[in-house]
C-alpha cells in the first residue's frame, strides 16, 4: 500500500491567527501547476525533489517527488510546499501548452515513449509537440549559460521548446564576464535575461561573483544555478553506463580528470570534445539529466517567456 503525506497539518495551527490584527491582510499562498521537473520542497519532513508525477488515489491528488539520489515519496497536493522558501498551493497542472508536461502520468515513461497516453507527441523535453509549427522570431529577451556545453545540452533536450518560444540560447564563456554583459545589453522587463551558473552554492566564488546582480536589474534578471561542479555531472551516471561521476581532486581540471578516471581519452582538446560527444549522445530526453538542472531550465524558460 502507498502512503503519502498530508499537507493539513504541516505548519501546525497559528494560536495567534485569529486575533491578530493583521491576520486579515496576509496574502494567500501562490498556486503553482505541479509540472515534471518542479522542485520543491516539504518542510515537515525535509524532502526536497522534483516533481515526477501527479496521480489519483483513495480520492485526492498526490504527487511523487524524486530527490537528488533518485528515491521517490508521495504527499498529498495541495499547500504547505515550498519553492525557494516561498510558500505555495500545488496544484494539478492544466492540459495543453507550455509548462503542462505529462500531467498526471509518470514523466519518464511519456517521455522515454515519445506519446502521452492520449497518443499526442512529445518533444525531448516532454512538452505537447506542435505539429507544423515554425520557429517563432527571437525574442529579445535571452538564456545565458556558461559555455559550449551547457548550451548544447539545453538545445538538445530543450530544443523545440525554445524554438518554439522564439529564445536564443547564447554561451557566456564563463561566469566573471556576466556584469560586464549585462552592462552591454541593458535588461529590462521587455528584455530580459535569465542565467543558467555552474556550482551555484553557498561559499562558491560562483555564488559571490552574481550576488546582487539581480538587485540591479528588478524583474529582468534571474540567475540560477544547479549544484554541480560542471554541466556533465548534471546528466545522470546511469545513462553513461557509470554508477557515478568520479571525484576529481581540487586543482586537477575537472573534464580532464573525469575522462582520465573513466578510462577514456583526455590528454587533448580534442578528447576532451569527444568525452563531451559521447556523454552528450546518450541523452535523449529530460528523463536523463538530473531534475534540479531540469527543474532551473524550465523556471528560466518561463521567466524570459512570460511578459
Not at 520543491?40 to 525535509?46: L, R, S
Not at 504527487?63 to 498551493?89: C, M, N, Q, W
Not at 501548452?97 to 502521452?116: K, Q
Not at 578528447?271 to 531534475?291: F, H, M, N, P, S
Request: overall charge neutral; glycine content about 12%; charged content about 25%.
Amino acid at each position: 500500500m502507498t502512503s503519502y503525506y498530508s499537507p493539513s497539518d504541516r505548519y501546525g495551527s497559528d494560536v495567534l491567527a485569529a486575533s491578530s490584527p493583521a491576520s486579515h491582510r496576509r496574502k494567500p499562498s501562490e498556486q503553482v501547476p505541479a509540472t515534471p521537473g518542479l522542485v520543491v520542497e516539504d518542510p515537515q519532513t525535509g524532502w526536497v525533489g522534483a516533481v515526477v508525477r501527479v496521480e489519483k488515489m483513495g480520492g485526492v491528488h498526490v504527487v511523487a517527488l524524486e530527490d537528488r539520489r533518485g528515491k521517490l515519496k508521495s504527499f498529498e497536493l495541495g499547500p504547505g510546499f515550498l519553492i525557494d522558501g516561498r510558500p505555495v498551493v500545488l496544484v494539478p497542472a492544466a492540459r495543453g501548452g507550455r509548462g503542462t508536461r505529462n500531467p498526471g502520468v509518470s514523466s519518464v515513461g511519456a517521455s522515454a515513449a515519445g506519446t502521452s497516453p492520449a497518443g499526442a507527441k512529445r518533444t525531448a523535453s516532454g512538452s505537447i509537440a506542435v505539429e507544423g509549427a515554425r520557429a517563432r522570431v527571437a525574442r529579445g529577451s535571452r538564456l545565458w549559460v556558461e559555455g559550449r556545453h551547457d548550451a548544447e545540452l539545453i538545445e538538445k533536450v530543450w530544443g523545440d521548446d525554445l524554438r518554439i518560444e522564439g529564445i536564443v540560447v547564447e554561451p557566456l564563456g564563463g561566469l566573471d564576464v556576466l556584469p560586464e554583459k549585462l552592462a552591454e545589453f541593458k535588461p529590462t522587463a521587455g528584455r530580459k535575461i535569465g542565467v543558467l551558473a555552474d556550482h551555484l552554492i553557498a561559499g562558491t566564488k560562483e555564488t559571490r561573483l552574481v550576488d546582487g546582480l539581480a538587485d540591479r536589474h528588478p524583474g529582468a534578471l534571474l540567475v540560477l544555478g544547479h549544484p554541480y561542479v560542471d554541466i556533465w555531472a548534471a546528466v545522470k551516471p546511469a545513462v553513461v553506463g557509470i554508477d557515478a561521476w568520479p571525484d576529481v581532486p581540487k586543482g586537477e581540471p575537472w573534464k580532464e580528470g573525469t575522462l582520465a578516471r573513466l578510462g577514456w581519452p583526455h590528454r587533448t582538446p580534442s578528447d576532451v570534445r569527444a568525452g563531451w560527444q559521447r556523454i552528450l549522445g546518450c541523452v535523449k530526453t529530460y528523463a536523463d539529466v538530473e531534475a534540479t538542472l531540469s527543474g532551473r531550465v524550465e523556471e528560466l524558460i518561463d521567466f524570459v517567456t512570460v511578459d
